[in-house]
């Protein structure tokens, strides 16, 4: 899993950066072979002037099926962190399990075949 951490309007500390590896390694951890690329977006939108503006926006590359594209807006970007990265643990997993049932129910091409020739 590839993860990259872009900052907009403001420099990222070490310690922003350690916390967001941390919580997405921990969060994703469980679908880490499905994964193939992590885009973290960070970013001040008022700048200076304060206020609920502490944007983090995530998208999740995963394989063999769309994006999962999570936003957060907070006034503290460690804590618009901590809730993207889990309502997109959330949909990721919640993703991949629909991808595992529709493969069980979906018959093999062979018998579907079979089953047409048939009748």
Request: glycine share 4%; aromatic share 2%; with cysteine.
């Amino acid at each position: 899993m590839q993860i990259n951490i872009q900052a907009r309007q403001f420099s990222l500390t070490d310690a922003l950066r350690s916390h967001a590896e941390r919580r997405l390694k921990s969060t994703l951890n469980c679908c880490y072979e499905n994964i193939q690329k992590v885009v973290m977006r960070l970013s001040d939108i008022n700048g200076p002037r304060g206020g609920e503006d502490k944007c983090c926006h995530l998208q999740v590359v995963l394989a063999g099926l769309p994006d999962v594209v999570v936003e957060d807006i907070e006034a503290d970007m460690y804590v618009a962190i901590d809730r993207a990265t889990d309502r997109a643990g959330r949909t990721v997993v919640r993703k991949l399990d629909r991808q595992k049932t529709l493969l069980r129910q979906t018959p093999p091409l062979e018998v579907a075949d079979e089953v047409i020739n048939e009748k």
